[in-house]
């Protein structure tokens, strides 16, 4: 999966923003924190849940389940508005 | 048919298939060098037909089949739309006014009120207040400033002025029993003005009007109204925002 061209992030205050431009179906946009952003980073390229966790593990210290669960999420929030490609 | 008109200080050529456009844009026309030509095909308008039918769909309105001079008037403004945020200029839905030199953009989601808003505040302050724009003003923002740009894609009721005016506050919109206005925090700001400007069709300038809302944010009065449609609210919001008893 990967993350569709149209979307363009963009920093706000202590996180950033997921917005799609006007040719995506969808006009409204997602907010989320730093680690949002790092997942979104690791969706420019085309990649796997899993992947995205392995990454995530070696950048980020967090309790055992919270990285997989912050993942899960955040794929579920980009599918949910059309976000992702495959 | 051709036309050359300046629009937010820009002056683009348009030319068009229909002359509905060079009929809307009667009073901006300049003889200036154009600096961006906008050129419609049968094409564009078939983009706008499937929009504006996808819109009314998901809206769950019936569809209106607009013709193709409408149609075309929507293109030409999404062209200049998209190559706005190059010279720092972006096209923002609200309803612009000005009282007293100092312009005001009321923003809120289609049907909400802010231009019936912006009417009350005709009726408090009378010939004091000039319609910017009442649906779709352009708005320059570098140097540490904001100006607002009337155009004629002015809404319904037709209401601009071809006038360029310091922008001193963008205020969030919504309906409410009572009347209450406090101060918008960037935070909060810059999300729901996401929502009301113009989002361009190529990555790279939307990149830039993200920019140009960050800058925004950074150098207007910011406020959240709750209001009714009553006369009180055009008094509760203009003494917030201008410092003023009216």
């Given at each position: 999966m990967k993350l569709k061209e149209e979307y363009i992030t963009h920093e706000i205050g202590d996180g950033l923003v997921l917005v799609p431009t006007g040719l995506a179906s969808w006009s409204g946009f997602v907010r989320g924190n730093k680690t949002f952003g790092a997942i979104l980073s690791l969706l420019r390229?085309?990649?796997t849940e899993e992947a995205i966790v392995a990454a995530m593990r070696e950048r980020f210290d967090a309790p055992e389940g919270a990285i997989e669960r912050d993942v899960a999420r955040a794929i579920s929030e980009l599918r949910k508005v059309g976000a992702l490609d495959g | 048919m051709t036309g050359t008109y300046l629009f937010a200080n820009i002056v683009v050529r348009v030319e068009s298939l229909h002359d509905n456009v060079h009929r809307l844009c009667?009073?901006?026309?300049?003889?200036g060098q154009p600096r961006l030509t906008v050129r419609t095909t049968r094409e564009d308008i078939d983009f706008e037909h499937a929009r504006s039918k996808a819109a009314d769909i998901a809206a769950g309105r019936n569809v209106v089949d607009y013709n193709d001079g409408y149609l075309e008037l929507l293109a030409v403004y999404r062209k200049i739309a998209e190559a706005m945020p190059v010279w720092n200029t972006m096209l923002v839905h609200g309803s612009c006014l000005a009282v007293d030199g100092a312009a005001y953009l009321f923003c809120a989601p289609?049907?909400?009120?802010k231009s019936t808003h912006a009417r009350l505040w005709r009726e408090l302050l009378g010939n004091r207040v000039?319609?910017?724009?009442?649906d779709k003003p352009l708005v320059r923002v570098a140097d540490g400033t904001a100006m607002v740009f009337g155009t004629p894609?002015?809404?319904?009721?037709h209401l601009s002025s071809n006038v360029a005016v310091p922008l001193r506050a963008v205020c969030l919109l919504g309906r409410d029993e009572s009347n209450h206005i406090e101060r918008a925090s960037l935070d909060d700001a810059f999300p729901s003005l996401l929502g009301h400007v113009y989002r361009p069709i190529d990555p790279t300038v939307l990149l830039q009007t993200l920019t140009l809302v960050d800058r925004l944010v950074g150098c207007v009065d910011l406020w959240r109204l709750g209001c009714n449609m009553d006369l009180d609210a055009a008094r509760v919001s203009f003494a917030a925002m201008s410092g003023e008893r009216a």
């Open positions: 390229e085309d990649t | 009667h009073g901006y026309e300049t003889n289609s049907g909400t009120g000039v319609m910017v724009n009442d894609w002015d809404g319904k009721h």
